[in-house]
């Protein structure tokens, strides 16, 4: 759920100009889960903007105080959120650990990578938000070493019902920046997209495991 819809729009429109997020209806990218996608969204590049990684540092920064009042740590999930969970971590003066996918198969065998004491609490940064599963494979890590996770923050979501589905399983409050419904309407405001265009990208969210493009 998006807190304030002019910064969704705004989050959006800097994405769309920096190019981590990338529309292309008629040659549709394919996603490592086998997903035909008119949409492509690699939000790491933003940290190679200063100025825009500063806007979604301070803005995600400013919503977990407000959301979530001041939490013990932040947490990344790697590797995507690793970048902007520190940053973000570093403006509200608090300790920052990221959490693997997995325990490391060798050396300490850590999935969770810091300090962090059983009892903290914690909000967990995402960069992206899909399906939800490596998100929430994050937040059971951190429940396995008894903390107390008061919710998520992402960049971007794209609103699968699968990931709200999931999320409302595990009891997770769950806020992003910016959303696929900000994102279409912004792009099309902006002249990113034409009406088909538009209308492409709204097929596709409607049913993205089966969709295909109209040749």
Known sequence: MILDKETAKKTAELLLQIKAIKLNPQEPFTWSSGWKSPIYCDNRIILSYPPIRNFVRDHMAKQVE?????????????????????????????????????????????QIEGHLEGGQSVVVIEDLISTGNSSLNAVKALKSANCNVKGMLAIFSYGFDVAKENFEKEHLEVHTLSDYSALIEQAYENNYLNRKELETLQDWRNNPSTWSPKL
């Open 66 to 110: 407000k959301i979530y009042g001041k939490a013990d740590v932040i947490a990344g999930v790697a590797t995507g959120a690793i970048g902007i969970g520190m940053l973000v971590a570093e403006y509200l003066g608090v300790p920052f650990v990221y959490v693997r996918p997995e325990a490391k198969k060798h050396g300490r065998q850590n």
